[in-house]
């Protein structure tokens, strides 16, 4: 059994195929990444995951219990699947350091120092310690997606959904938040990312799945992708990169 799972998903928007069959198995301490054009499906995919968007077909599993049965726990389910989007939306009323104790007091009942010791610890991880205080609106568009990242690992997930999430930055700040989903890597955590940054890709994914049109075309490890890719899509995606 792997970790995260999804079985033969099919999504619609109204007449619109949008996930036709995906099968993927992400296993445990494994950093799966994901690539493809635009509007191929990659977001719905892990906005499926995180049931931000109901499926119609197939299954969605992690840790083996169903995350798409319309009766499971979906409060429950998201405490375990942290997710990091393209828009950081941080409170922008509250600081680093509460956006980052909010979750944790008022969905798991935490107590606040605890919280709050802990939310040092992963502002820490994140390179700012020295901006627990601070207001979003005070923060580079990297230190707040850092808090973003922070805030969605104070929930003690066990995989963690990152959509684009060095899309919006100005170049020069892409480094410091990949960098941070490095470290992530290094120490086991299960990610799911979907990205434009190649090198990151490369480096640090234990796997390339590329997605178009709906459909996982290829599925290799990053060296079998970027040297020698198995299937016609690949190539024609890796010959646009270049
Ligand atoms: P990607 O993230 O790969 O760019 P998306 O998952 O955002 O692709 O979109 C896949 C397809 O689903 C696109 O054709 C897009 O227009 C469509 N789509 C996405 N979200 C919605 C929605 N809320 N309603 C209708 N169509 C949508
Ligand atoms: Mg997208």
């Given at each position: 059994m792997s970790l995260l799972e999804f079985e033969k998903v099919n999504k619609y928007f109204g007449e619109t195929h949008?996930?036709?069959d995906v099968d993927l198995n992400v296993e445990e301490g494994e950093v799966c990444v994901i690539i493809g054009p635009s509007g191929s499906g990659k977001s719905t995919l892990l906005r499926c995951a995180n049931r931000l968007e109901e499926i119609q077909g197939g299954e969605i599993r992690l840790d083996g219990q169903s995350?798409?049965?319309?009766?499971?726990d979906i409060n429950r389910l998201r405490q375990r699947i942290g997710m990091v989007f393209?828009?950081?939306?941080?409170?922008?009323?509250?600081t680093a350091l509460e956006n980052v104790t909010l979750a944790p007091t008022?969905?798991?009942?935490?107590?606040a120092s605890s919280a709050k010791q802990e939310a040092k610890t992963l502002l820490d991880r994140v390179g700012l310690s020295a901006q627990s205080s601070s207001y979003p609106n005070q923060l580079s568009g990297g230190q707040q997606q850092r808090v973003a990242i922070a805030r969605a690992l104070a929930m003690n997930p066990r995989v963690m959904l990152f959509d684009?999430?060095?899309?919006?930055?100005?170049p020069e700040l892409v480094g410091e938040v990949l960098d941070v989903m490095h470290s992530l890597a290094e120490e086991g955590m299960t990610m799911l990312v979907v990205t434009h940054e190649m090198g990151f890709a490369r480096e640090v994914g234990d796997r390339i799945v590329l997605m178009a049109d709906g459909r996982v075309v290829e599925d290799s490890p990053p060296e079998v992708f970027f040297?020698?890719?198995?299937t016609d899509r690949g190539k024609q995606f890796l010959s646009k990169l270049l």
């Open positions: 949008v996930l036709k995350i798409s049965d319309p009766d499971a393209q828009s950081f939306n941080l409170f922008p009323h509250k008022k969905v798991k009942g935490k107590d684009e999430v060095t899309s919006a930055l100005d040297e020698n890719p198995k």
